[in-house]
């Protein structure tokens, strides 16, 4: 059985598709599992997946070692776009127009058509194709899905969030089965008799901790374990204005809590006017203030947590239901299809979260520092709060998706042959 799954653009396209690279192979242990991605997340996915296994990429030919795992970079390009933005914004930004819209797109055009071109010419000896894929959504999935499509492999996608982003809109049509974060009225035109709601997976090491668990975490990053913990990040890469926010705010949010950042890679040198509030005394942390560039214990660090501030991807959603934490959610307008927005909304709708959108905490940072602080406060409020949102999780959507994409592999997709 050869399966050929494809992720990458951001790490919340990675995440899930390893978790269900991980049930293939729980199932199908002789299983031959390819994983294509973008050349940023690369590394990143050897890493990750050798701890499944073992896995080897183009760069590493391991020999007289079973391989369950082989990752392989793919061409990919992103279209960008703004949501929201006038004729006047796009002269008035000037700057960002030329670099990311002009610029930026006849990149992404030539990078989809050498994706195309390095996709077919994998897939071009039949021996080589495989009897599935499995599609994580996002840019790097198109060109691999068109030319699956083109030799009639069956494709699996996956849509996380509450509308479909344009890669999965491009590919919807010809999948085999489309699989659903949830069931919102924003998914309603997607639904039919291919398509079957999921949810998101997630690594089996985001689980709900106790109380004395959680204390211990807050122990081990050198926080006091009787205090409460706000942990905020904007992702892998990080988020300018949720770091320029706590900068406004952190003096006085350190007043009723200690308080985690994690600027992100992509953003962290911009902060580090911020480590004079980190306190250190022979190996041991003074203050109740730590950041990081990226935590690669990310699990452990919002299981500590007692608030957590965060962006409205649906991974991470996905990640701190499973945690069942405290949330508040800072969607990003400008993304196309206001998806985080939709995200953060839907859940607003539940009483599952607090929301304060982006563009209302850069004009007032305080209003995030009162959200907090309200939460920190009100013990009833967070545990409420977390109940409702691990209602929203889906323990078995790896499972379930491993399922789907082995079925597919077993009769081979009689959609794809249509």
């Not at 009897?131 to 996380?160: M, T």
């Not at 090491?205 to 990040?233: H, N, R």
């Not at 979260?353 to 939460?375: A, W, Y």
């Not at 323990?395 to 009689?414: F, H, M, R, S, W």
């Amino acid at each position: 059985m050869k399966i050929l799954v494809v992720g990458g653009g951001s790490g919340g396209h990675i995440t899930p598709a390893v978790a269900v690279v991980r049930e293939i192979l729980e199932e199908k242990p002789r299983a031959r599992v390819e994983f294509w991605t973008d050349r940023k997340y690369y590394k990143n996915v050897v890493k990750i997946t050798t701890e499944i296994g073992v896995a080897w990429g183009d760069e590493e030919r391991l020999s007289g070692r079973r391989q369950y795992v082989r990752v392989r970079k793919i061409a990919a390009g992103k279209f960008r776009r703004y949501a929201g933005w006038t004729v006047s914004d796009y002269f008035k930004n000037w700057d960002t127009t030329l670099k990311d819209l002009v610029v930026g797109n006849f990149c992404g055009l030539i990078g989809f058509i050498s994706g195309i071109f390095q996709s077919f010419w994998r897939m071009l000896l039949k021996k080589n194709r495989p009897d599935v894929v499995f599609l994580k959504g996002g840019f790097v999935g198109l060109p691999v899905g068109i030319v699956a499509r083109f030799f009639r492999i069956p494709y699996v996608i996956h849509e996380s969030d509450a509308t479909p982003g344009l890669a999965n809109r491009l590919l919807m049509k010809h999948a085999s089965r489309i699989a659903l974060a949830l069931n919102s009225p924003n998914a309603s035109a997607i639904l039919s008799d291919k398509s079957i709601v999921t949810g998101v997976p997630v690594a089996p090491e985001f689980k709900k901790v106790s109380e004395t668990k959680q204390k211990q975490l807050k122990k081990a990053f050198g926080f006091d374990e009787d205090k409460p913990l706000v942990v905020i990040t904007g992702g892998s890469q990080g988020a300018q204005h949720i770091n320029e926010a706590v900068r406004d705010i952190l003096p006085e949010m350190l007043k009723f809590a200690s308080v985690g950042l994690v600027a992100g890679r992509g953003r962290y040198e911009e902060m580090v006017d911020l480590k004079k509030y980190e306190d250190w005394d022979k190996a041991k942390l003074k203050s109740n203030f730590r950041m990081w560039a990226f935590n690669s214990a990310m699990h452990e660090l919002m299981g500590a947590a007692d608030v957590v501030v965060s962006r409205a991807g649906a991974t991470t959603i996905a990640e701190l239901a499973a945690l069942s934490k405290a949330v508040v959610l800072v969607p990003f307008e400008q993304l196309p299809g206001s998806h985080q927005v939709k995200n953060a909304e839907r859940l607003l709708a539940m009483d599952a979260v607090k929301m304060v959108k982006d563009s209302r905490m850069v004009q007032q940072p305080g209003i995030l520092l009162e959200t907090v602080q309200k939460l920190v406060r009100s013990p009833k409020l967070r545990k409420d709060l977390a109940t409702r949102l691990h209602e929203t999780y889906k323990p078995k959507a790896a499972e379930d998706l491993a399922k789907i994409v082995i079925e597919l592999a077993n009769t081979g997709g009689e959609d794809a042959k249509k």
